[in-house]
């Protein structure tokens, strides 16, 4: 079966634009949870959709925001983008909300830099 | 705060077993014991998951104690292509990971 798909792999933009990723879950899977992974801090947690409602939100700030589709597909949204914004973003779906011992798969990120 | 302690990093030669120690003095009843691996620029990649005692899959073995403070995850003759970042994840059902730096797996030729 197919995995979780994030389009697009790469991206550049530059300060102060914004930018919209997109994650496809496996089919079936209901939730959709959004990570963003910098070598300095990590991979951090930054919200959960299920059923198309936010669940679960980090300590992201605003800037950061995202949906999620009657279909389960999701977005995260980052707006006026800063340097610190360049990261990795993984998103990881799953067919409850948040983990399940059945399965949480992540998709393979996007490579967002801003310069 | 990650719930987990475990190694920053490791070494290992070809052909060895590897085995990586994480730490969980304060495990929940309802947590289970999770293990990612993660390759540079990928998404983290499910490698085996327990409760409690052993879980052996085709790629690793899980040990967990009777307390369940701790587990350990054995990689079995390892390779080249076995260098990779490895998270130790303790988490419920319902409740999303929280990282922590995780284990740099080396393996040398």
């Known amino acids: 079966k197919a995995g979780v798909t994030q389009t697009p792999r790469y991206l550049i933009k530059t300060r102060g634009q914004q930018v919209t990723l997109s994650c496809s879950p496996i089919?079936?899977?209901?939730?959709v949870s959004w990570y963003q992974q910098t070598p300095g801090q990590g991979l951090q947690f930054l919200f959960e959709?299920?059923?198309?409602?936010?669940?679960n939100k980090g300590n992201f700030p605003g800037r950061f925001s995202g949906r999620q589709f009657s279909n389960s597909r999701s977005e995260m949204n980052v707006s006026t983008l800063e340097l610190g914004d360049s990261a990795l973003y993984l998103c990881?779906?799953?067919?409850?909300?948040?983990?399940?011992?059945?399965?949480?798969?992540f998709g393979s990120g996007t490579r967002l830099t801003v310069v | 705060l990650a719930k987990t302690t475990q190694p920053i990093s490791m070494d290992s030669y070809e052909g060895q077993e590897v085995n990586i120690t994480c730490s969980h003095n304060?495990?929940?009843?309802?947590?289970?014991i999770t293990w990612y691996q993660q390759f540079p620029s990928q998404g983290p990649r499910f490698i085996i998951q327990?409760?409690?005692t052993k879980v052996t899959n085709e790629v690793a073995s899980l040990f967990i104690p009777a307390d369940r403070k701790s587990s350990t995850l054995s990689l079995p003759r390892v390779s080249l292509s076995d260098t990779a970042v490895y998270y130790c994840?303790?988490?419920?059902?319902?409740?999303?990971?929280?990282f922590g730096p995780g284990t740099r797996l080396s393996v040398l030729p």
């Open positions: 990881a779906s799953s067919l409850r909300t948040g983990w399940t011992n059945y399965g949480y798969t």
């Open positions: 089919s079936g899977h209901r939730s």
């Open positions: 959709y299920f059923s198309e409602t936010q669940r």
């Open positions: 304060n495990i929940a009843t309802n947590d289970y």
């Open positions: 327990g409760y409690k």
């Open positions: 994840l303790v988490v419920a059902p319902g409740q999303n990971f929280v």
